[in-house]
């Protein structure tokens, strides 16, 4: 893990418990209730969190915070699990304990970033899955705590949907990519470093702004996105400007009980028009190589990480094949145990960001990509999800296929992986097939 930033430079944590303030939480078992509506009907002010897994049938929203913990820096993740300890220490849980909803950025940030990692405690939150469906509530605790969840109990007992309309037809939007023209010539600069030695692969990503007349609907996107990308997991976490909505792939960490899966996911290309092409590209895919240098440079990657805090990754003898709506991907899953004296966040704060999304070694190829880029990438390759109040379990994805929603304009993101021997035409190519998946969804 990265040391802790002086105390000096670290930003104000938001609402972290202090030892007079204690918290208390109750779970209920509800009626079937499908999370995204229930973010839709409550609408909530200030942060708000989702994540859906279609094909696994499993969801999760929550909203509003009771308590928060906001900070920027190498020490992030080590000043997130901080706060949580102490949270917990503070938390009295009636049945099943909250989970605790996470964000955090690509870059680490500093003083002047402008977004923040950030951990909160919410009001409600709404777990479902082929199990049933769960509700659990929180309040800061006092003599009228109990009688306050326990009104509250009621809503989800009986909750009742906010219907809403289908959106208007709106003008045809214009799409523009932030910087103008800048990815082809950046691509064949990047070549240029690897093959002096600079760094053996970096990711360069494109941002498009798109802006049309009426405001974007995010649940209506995450609705679209779950209904047609199955496999993969939709999400939403909030952001200073609006929402950052999506439907990822990659699954940074997992951890339940102590059992740890996280996955290399690299290598890309589109899927075919007839079953015979399609087969004919996943067959070209497999062999190609250097896709498979650019995807085992991420599994090794990813194991050297968790043997860092003492964890030994097991794969698969072979790499997979990972087929989504509009393109493929080399897939390589990664499982271990989760050792008894290791936590949730320490081992994602070891993970993040992977290769995958930033480059080798992390060291030399992160510092290249502000130069590059002419965008904040923001949340876009961060992580978001959740961890649980017991600081061991959680589920953090990899915010790919996704946008920005700020009123009537929605960022987009895409980006490639660049290697020795990567064609800029073709890596352009790769992030515009990647950009259909968003573009098509935004409602």
């Not at 923040?116 to 919410?122: I, K, Q």
């Not at 996943?282 to 190589?289: V, Y």
């Not at 990972?322 to 145990?337: I, N």
């Amino acid at each position: 893990m990265s040391s802790k930033p002086d105390e000096a430079a670290r930003p104000d944590r938001g609402t972290p418990p202090a030892a007079a303030t204690a918290f208390v939480s109750r779970a209920l078992e509800v009626p079937h209730l499908d999370p995204l509506a229930v973010l839709e009907t409550l609408s909530p002010c200030g942060p708000s969190a989702y994540l859906e897994t279609p094909a696994r049938g499993v969801a999760f929203a929550a909203g509003e915070a009771v308590a928060s913990w906001e900070g920027v820096g190498p020490g992030r993740f080590a000043e997130a699990d901080d706060w949580l300890r102490a949270l917990t220490a503070s938390l009295r849980s009636i049945g099943t304990a909250p989970r605790i909803c996470a964000r955090f950025p690509f870059h680490a940030g500093g003083e002047a970033a402008g977004l923040s990692s950030r951990l909160f405690l919410p009001a409600w939150q709404v777990i479902s899955s082929d199990r049933g469906t769960t509700v659990v509530l929180a309040e800061a605790a006092d003599d009228q705590a109990e009688a306050r969840l326990a009104a509250r109990a009621e809503r989800f007992l009986r909750f009742a949907y906010r219907p809403t309309g289908l959106p208007e037809p709106d003008a045809h939007p214009v799409l523009s990519e932030v910087g103008g023209p800048w990815f082809v010539s950046a691509v064949r600069r990047a070549t240029e470093l690897i093959r002096e030695g600079a760094f053996e692969k970096v990711v360069l990503t494109r941002a498009f702004d798109w802006r049309r007349h009426r405001p974007f609907d995010a649940h209506a996107t995450l609705h679209r996105l779950r209904s047609s990308n199955p496999a993969c997991h939709a999400f939403l976490a909030d952001t200073p400007n609006g929402s950052l909505v999506g439907s990822t792939p990659e699954t940074l960490l997992a951890v339940a009980g102590d059992a740890l899966r996280t996955e290399a996911v690299a290598g890309t290309t589109r899927r075919g028009s007839t079953p015979s092409e399609d087969a004919a590209l996943a067959d070209a895919l497999l062999a190609s190589d250097k896709d498979n240098r650019e995807h085992n440079v991420v599994t090794a990657s990813i194991l050297r990480r968790l043997s860092l805090v003492g964890i030994e990754g097991e794969v698969a003898s072979r790499t997979e094949l990972l087929r989504l709506g509009k393109v493929m991907h080399l897939r390589t899953p990664v499982t271990a145990r989760l050792p008894a004296r290791r936590r949730f966040l320490e081992v994602a704060g070891e993970l993040h960001p992977t290769p995958a999304v930033g480059g080798k070694p992390r060291a030399s190829a992160l510092p290249y990509i502000p130069g590059f880029e002419p965008h904040d990438r923001g949340l876009y390759t961060g992580a978001v999800g959740w961890v649980g109040a017991d600081g061991r379990s959680g589920e953090l994805l990899v915010a790919l296929r996704c946008a920005e929603l700020s009123g009537n304009r929605a960022r987009a993101y895409a980006g490639a992986g660049i290697v020795d021997g990567s064609d800029p035409a073709a890596e352009a190519a790769e992030t515009e097939m990647k950009l259909r998946t968003i573009l098509e969804s935004l409602a």
